[in-house]
């Protein structure tokens, strides 16, 4: 009860704020092209796990599958996204393969347009209520933005989206908040510089390190479980 005040609280601020600050957001048909792209290729069994989200996702395509095993991924990264791309392309993404869960890292690419943290939660909400609408059983792990270097100055507003995002997790069991960006954060209270590549956006291996304990000790600790269903039975001779 205490949470479902709290967050009805938050969400009368966050659209209050979302009607005063809107961010301009680039057309998502720029995408279009990786979507089909998506399509044509062979098109995994429903009851998988849906990975998308910007390049910080895409860039973990490579060993997504190692880092994460045993679950069965569907990779869906698509460079320079938002939350409004995933939310324009839903039915592409995610609706179309019917998975059993979906987890979702957006928010970095909408910071730097401009987007304030209550936008990028009221297009997450839309993102949410579309998966819930036709798959209502599907849970949905949510990835904190991360800290990087090349956007330091805008990493209170990247905090505070964090903190919008965890406590609408906080209100329903099929949300959970996928907490990468604070082990990201060294001793003085910045992401070291060996987490990431010569831009200081996208990471290092040692990035992904970081993103693969935390993401195992939330996905895979509630995931794996549910594995063993997707295995054919074996057949007798």
Not at 146 to 164: D, F, G, Q, V
Not at 194 to 203: G, T
Request: proline content about 7%; aromatic content about 8%; some cysteine.
């Amino acid at each position: 009860m205490i949470n479902t005040i709290r967050w009805v609280t938050l969400a009368v601020a966050a659209l209050c704020s979302a009607m005063a600050n809107s961010a301009e957001y680039p057309d998502p048909e720029r995408y279009r092209a990786a979507m089909e792209a998506f399509a044509a290729e062979p098109q995994p069994e429903p009851g998988g796990i849906v990975a998308t989200g910007s390049s910080s996702m895409r860039g973990w395509h490579r060993r997504i599958g190692t880092d994460l095993e045993p679950l069965t991924l569907v990779r869906r990264g698509f460079g320079g996204s938002n939350m409004y791309d995933v939310r324009y392309f839903l039915s592409e993404l995610v609706l179309r393969h019917k998975p059993r869960a979906v987890m979702l890292y957006e928010g970095d690419n909408d910071a730097a347009l401009g987007a304030s943290p209550e936008e990028v939660l009221g297009h997450f909400e839309a993102v949410a209520a579309g998966i819930h609408a036709h798959l209502p059983d599907t849970r949905i792990y949510v990835m904190a933005v991360k800290p990087s270097l090349a956007r330091w100055k805008i990493w209170p507003t990247m905090r505070r989206t964090n903190a919008l995002l965890r406590a609408r997790c906080d209100t329903d069991p099929r949300l959970h908040f996928v907490d990468v960006a604070t082990p990201m954060l060294g001793a003085d209270g910045k992401p070291p510089a060996d987490l990431f590549v010569k831009d200081m956006l996208h990471m290092t291996d040692a990035g992904y390190d970081i993103w693969r304990d935390a993401t195992q000790s939330v996905v895979v600790a509630q995931e794996a479980q549910y594995e063993h269903a997707r295995q054919p039975e074996p057949t007798s001779e």
